[in-house]
């Protein structure tokens, strides 16, 4: 289910089976990718852009750092 406000996303629920693959940042320096797979995934956005996420149920991911030269890829 994707939820909008103001033509932006403002909730993202995946469910069954759900994977996600995101960058990390922090102060716009790139920390690692996160690659995890779960039950339900749950993002919520402000003003357009990934705010925080929640992973819950059955979760298994792995996090990549920023010199990672592979495929980054959600194998669950």
Known sequence: QVFVENDQPNKVIARQNAKSIYMVKE???KQGTNAASSDSIIIYFVEGVMDSIIIAGGTEGTFFPPDHKG??????
């Open 71 to 76: 495929e980054i890829k959600s194998e669950h």
């Open 27 to 29: 102060n716009e320096k």
